[in-house]
């Protein structure tokens, strides 16, 4: 079992920057092992995926809104990925999700993805 916690959600202006935080734990999995992911949902509307990262492969992926603006990295030795978010917009605003796999899956796939943190709010006002 892993358990994944995020951190580093808050209320920002309309082109303010965050940095989300998601630390992996438990079992013998390190973040480094596994295939890391955020995901997002705004009030009334369907989860969507955000960006991901595969170490194994130095991969990463992007939906085409956050392109240029959002960073998804990762510390193995911390057990932690980021999501560096600048250039925030209005319609940035919703809970964020990390979400974790054993192997490498459809990135942009949620139900493909074996654990999930409790999420994290980001809320951009303009």
């Known amino acids: 079992q892993v358990q994944l916690v995020e951190s580093g959600g808050d209320s920002v202006q309309a082109g303010g920057s965050l940095r989300l935080s998601c630390v992996a734990s438990g079992d013998a999995h390190s973040s480094s092992t596994l295939f890391m992911g955020w995901f997002r949902q705004a009030p009334g509307k369907e989860r969507e995926e955000v960006a991901a990262?595969?170490?194994?492969?130095?991969?990463?992926w992007y939906t085409d809104s956050v392109k240029g603006r959002f960073t998804i990295s990762q510390d193995t030795a911390k057990n932690t990925v980021y999501l560096q978010m600048n250039t925030l917009k209005p319609e940035d605003t919703a809970m964020y999700y990390c979400a974790a796999a054993p192997y490498e899956v459809p990135w942009d796939r949620a139900e493909f993805y074996e654990y999930w943190g409790q999420g994290t709010q980001v809320t951009v006002s303009s």
């Open positions: 990262i595969w170490t194994r492969r130095g991969s990463s």
